[in-house]
């Protein structure tokens, strides 16, 4: 069984950087792919970016060129933000695809940006 645990949410004016994280339990390779969702209240959740095996990786249009994530040996995802603002407000959730339609999730985490 795989467990996601997210950590590094917050309050954080606009313009600044948080950094969460991703901490993955249980039998989970390097194979899997793993991201970062996000949703806003009264939004549908959205991808915000994810990475492969091999280290490639692609994030919304959105967060082009303001975050930034990544991988460890031990599976744990970062996901750097940087140039915050208040429309990257959401609860982060990272996900696991661990097979064909098979997608396990963490528990989520709040970003508040105040402007």
């Known amino acids: 069984q795989v467990q996601l645990v997210e950590s590094g949410g917050g309050l954080v004016q606009a313009g600044g950087s948080l950094r969460l994280s991703c901490v993955a339990s249980g039998s989970i390779f390097s194979a899997n792919p793993m991201g970062w969702y996000r949703q806003a209240p009264g939004k549908q959740r959205e991808l915000v970016a994810r990475?492969?095996?091999?280290?490639?990786t692609n994030c919304a249009d959105s967060v082009k060129g303001r975050f930034t994530i990544s991988r460890d040996a031990k599976n744990t995802v970062d996901l750097q933000m940087n140039s915050l603002t208040p429309e990257d407000t959401a609860v982060y959730y990272c996900y696991a695809v661990l097979g064909p339609g098979f997608t396990t999730w963490g528990q989520g985490t709040q970003v508040t940006v105040s402007s």
């Open positions: 990475i492969f095996s091999g280290g490639s």
